[in-house]
């Protein structure tokens, strides 16, 4: 893709993030397909169908169990309406989990595109170095944009 293209689905993936009812971390998720079309989006959010309450969404120990990370949102999105996600760039917001990893790695994800101007909370970074140590195993590129 060009450097163009880059930046028209990185801002569109951080559009989608705003829908996100997380009030600590949005993320967003477009999957597009070898012609550039859109195959998937998705943001991180409960299950359809399970009240994401901000009381809910501000109790870390009821989150985490319950809510979907928004490349998982995209890939089931995608599996819900029979639509294959092989061969796909996923323009994602931050920087894949190692729980995201494996999904994209599972569901053909051939390259893996986030920003490269964010800040990754502490917390998170020994997780984000095994996811990307595990797409490269797999043979899925990674870069920023």
């Known amino acids: 893709m060009s450097d163009k293209w880059d930046k028209r689905f990185i801002a569109l993936a951080l559009h989608i993030s705003d829908w996100s009812k997380d009030p600590s971390t949005k993320v967003g998720c477009v999957v597009v397909g070898e012609d550039r079309e859109i195959r998937s989006t998705g943001f991180n959010g409960f299950p359809r169908g399970i009240d994401d309450s901000l009381e809910r969404l501000n109790d870390r120990s009821q989150k985490y169990p319950m809510i979907c990370h928004a490349e998982e949102n995209a890939i089931m999105h995608a599996a819900r309406i029979g639509l294959s996600l092989k061969g796909g760039i996923a323009y994602v917001t931050w920087p894949p989990c190692s729980r995201c990893a494996r999904s ?16 990754i909370p502490e917390r998170w970074a020994e997780d984000f170095e095994i996811a990307t140590g595990m797409m490269k195993e797999a043979g899925v590129h990674v870069r920023t944009a």
């Open 104 to 119: 994209l790695i599972q569901a053909g994800i051939k390259e893996v595109v986030y920003p490269d101007n964010i800040e």
